[in-house]
Structure formats: C-alpha cells, structure tokens
C-alpha cells in the first residue's frame, strides 16, 4: 500500500518558548514528523524577527533531512527577540508538507565577558568583577618594549566564565 498523506506537524522541542539563548547561531530542534511508510522526512524550519513571519531572517529550507537545523551564521544578532517553526514534508515534497508548526519566540543573550564602562563592574588591582552575571576578570599585564611603530608587549586576561580552551584549561 502506498500513501502520500502528508506528515504531521512537528512539535517545536528546543529552544523552549522565551528561552535565552546563549549564541547567535542556535541549533533548533522539532520532535521527528510521522508519516505512515516511516519514511526520513525532509524539514524546512525559518526563523523571523516578527510572529507573524513577515521578516524571515533564516531559513532551512528543505535541506535537512532530520529534525535539527542549526542557524545560518551572520542571521541573528546579540539582545534581539526571534521567532521560529518548522514543517516536515512528505514523498511528494513540497506538495504535501505538514503545514507550519505554531511560532515560538527566544531571545539571543551572549555571555558578557571581559569589561566595558558601561558595564556595573567592581576593580581592585588586577581583579573585576562583572556585579551583572558574576563574571571574574583577572587582568595581568606584561612586559612592553618600544619599537619603531610604538610600543609592542602582552598581557594576560582570564574571564571564568569563558567556555573556550586555548590551551590553559577553560576561561
């Protein structure tokens, strides 16, 4: 037997509704469409600046064959609130998709690492602290020497929250 129903409308899994979001290319996630031949389903996801989807930013576009899409880098920026759904589609793709999943918001909030002066933060010597989210700044500058296009030197900044190795263990 042959059926061409189209799949159900996936569920929306992650980000959850008005969650935060950590980073400016975040992996979207839809619980798995069923159809009835349990066949691998291509998705489409989008991801706009309004509910209504006037303004799409970022789109899958039926190139994903499973039900995580991760987010076109350079489409979404830092303190802004997104809007995002997803379809699946059936053998006959795109006649007979599911039909757009119900929107869900999120925000983009990176991490605020390092200082700047507009951020509350507490200096004694070489320490800071970020009185915001808690982030310790340890600055410890280096030996600096003069050269024909000025002075060259280095210094050290560890941030315990940074998440990033570079080698000297996270921070």
């Known amino acids: 037997m042959n059926y061409t129903l189209p799949p159900n409308v996936p569920g929306l899994l992650l980000p959850t509704s008005a969650a935060s979001v950590p ?11 069923s159809n009835p031949n349990s066949d691998s389903l291509p998705y489409d996801f989008q991801v706009a ?18 039900n995580t899409w991760t987010v076109t880098p350079g489409a979404l920026k830092d ?11 059936g053998l ?29 933060i507490w200096i004694h010597g070489p320490l800071a602290v970020n009185q915001a989210n808690g982030n310790l700044v340890l600055l410890l500058p280096g030996p600096s020497y003069p050269s024909a296009g000025g002075s ?14 570079s080698g000297f263990g996270p921070g």
């Open 23 to 33: 980073t400016v290319t975040p992996v979207l996630s839809a619980d798995p469409a």
């Open 49 to 66: 600046s309004d509910s209504g989807f006037g303004t799409v930013l970022a789109s899958a576009g039926w190139n994903t064959t499973t």
């Open 79 to 89: 303190g802004q609130i997104y809007w995002w759904r997803a379809r699946a589609c």
């Open 92 to 120: 006959a793709c795109p006649n007979d998709d599911s039909g757009w999943s119900t929107g869900r918001s999120f925000s983009i909030r990176l991490p605020k690492l390092g200082i700047r002066n507009y951020w509350p």
């Open 152 to 165: 060259m030197g280095a210094s050290l900044t560890y941030n315990s929250q940074a998440t990033a190795d």
